[in-house]
């Protein structure tokens, strides 16, 4: 059922974005695709893309576990202080690459990250909280362990440069990375292709 039910909010969110597009009106911030609450204004041009070295900014960004009754706030730089974690990011909840290959990797490979000291793995996406809640409870991973945050204003996507820009609205570039204490100590982007940002290229590096 919820992942019927995130299907049919997806479909209808890219229904109303093409037809805005169509007729030239602004939609509601309901069915805008990514975001949760306002239209979202990123100044792409001035930021650089996140590299080795870099600290995790501090952003809010919003959880919903299958045990929640609504989401929750979570600070991504509060949630990861003191711990060595893999953070993923994806462009969208339920899309095809994502759900057959990119989140696929990180759930079958969570033993063997944890084995590498990988003490956390985040999925994260600007699709709302709703959405990658079922996404998580659907998919398997959060069972696997695996968080799912929403990024639904953009603000984690905008500090690492990674803003994607589409007719559906902001998302997010596919990236992969290791981060200890808050510092990224490893990352992966799709330059070269796109199974660089999966698990397995990812334990390699470790």
């Known amino acids: 059922f919820a ?64 045990n929640m009754e609504s989401p929750q706030e ?11 974690v893999a953070i993923f990011g994806v462009p969208g909840a ?9 989140l696929p990797s990180f759930i079958n490979a969570q033993k063997d990250l944890k084995e590498k000291g990988i003490e956390m793995t985040i999925c994260v996406a600007t699709n709302d909280a709703y959405v990658m ?37 902001i998302r997010t570039k596919r990236f992969s990375l290791i981060a200890d204490d808050g510092t990224i100590t490893h990352y992966f982007n799709t330059a070269g292709q796109k199974s660089d940002t999966w698990a397995p290229n990812v334990l390699a590096s470790l």
């Not at 900014?57 to 576990?65: A, F, N, Q, W, Y």
């Not at 979570?74 to 060595?84: D, P, Q, R, S, T």
């Not at 696997?144 to 559906?168: Q, R």
């Open 74 to 84: 979570v600070n991504i730089a509060e949630l990861i202080k003191g711990k060595k």
């Open 133 to 169: 809640g079922a996404w998580g409870s659907t998919s398997g991973g959060e069972e696997a362990g695996i968080a799912f945050l929403s990024d639904s204003e953009g603000k984690l996507t905008e500090s690492f440069g990674l803003v994607m820009d589409t007719p559906v609205g």
């Open 3 to 66: 992942q019927t039910l995130a299907m049919k909010i997806l479909t209808t969110s890219l229904l109303f974005a093409v037809i805005g597009q169509v007729l030239g009106f602004a939609l509601p911030p309901a069915f805008r695709p990514g975001s949760g609450t306002s239209v979202i204004t990123l100044n792409m041009s001035s930021i650089d893309e996140v590299k080795v070295g870099d600290k995790i900014p501090s952003v809010t960004m919003r959880e919903l576990k299958s």
């Open 94 to 102: 339920f899309t095809p690459g994502c759900s057959k290959s990119h």
